[in-house]
Nanobody
Framework: VQLQASGGGLVQAGGSLRLSCAASGRTFSSYAMGWFRQAPGKEREFVAAISWSGGSTYYADSVKGRFTISRDNAKNTVYLQMNSLKPEDTAVYYC???????????????WGQGTQVTVSS
């Protein structure tokens, strides 16, 4: 599975962005998908994950209620809708694919290249 993340950019605090992650390969629908982020000088951290069917979603406490993960298996794409953005959300955002839903980075086998999100105060 090859993953291509897009949709990052510069936004003011309180604004919104939607990230997309397009996957190649016919097995996309069999993978759980996750979003992670890495801020400058910090370790990469879990943001959100969704099961292969889309029926189960999980979020980091820091984004719960503000971010929404979703997927369209017909389009081989997973999304991250980010609302009420804060300066502390500034990071490179990565999408990743795993055989099962997990918040653990090591459980993910495939990674996209990352897309920069910058939130100005």
């Amino acid at each position: 599975v090859q993953l291509q993340a897009s949709g990052g950019g510069l936004v003011q605090a309180g604004g919104s962005l939607r990230l997309s992650c397009a996957a190649s390969g016919r097995t996309f629908s069999s993978y759980a998908m996750g979003w992670f982020r890495q801020a400058p000088g910090k370790e990469r951290e879990f943001v959100a994950a969704i099961s292969w069917s889309g029926g189960s979603t999980y979020y980091a406490d820091s984004v719960k209620g503000r971010f929404t993960i979703s997927r369209d298996n017909a389009k081989n794409t997973v999304y991250l809708q980010m609302n009420s953005l804060k300066p502390e959300d500034t990071a490179v955002y990565y999408c990743a694919a795993s055989p099962w839903v997990s918040s653990l980075e090591g459980e993910y086998d495939y990674w996209g290249q990352g897309t920069q999100v910058t939130v100005s105060s």
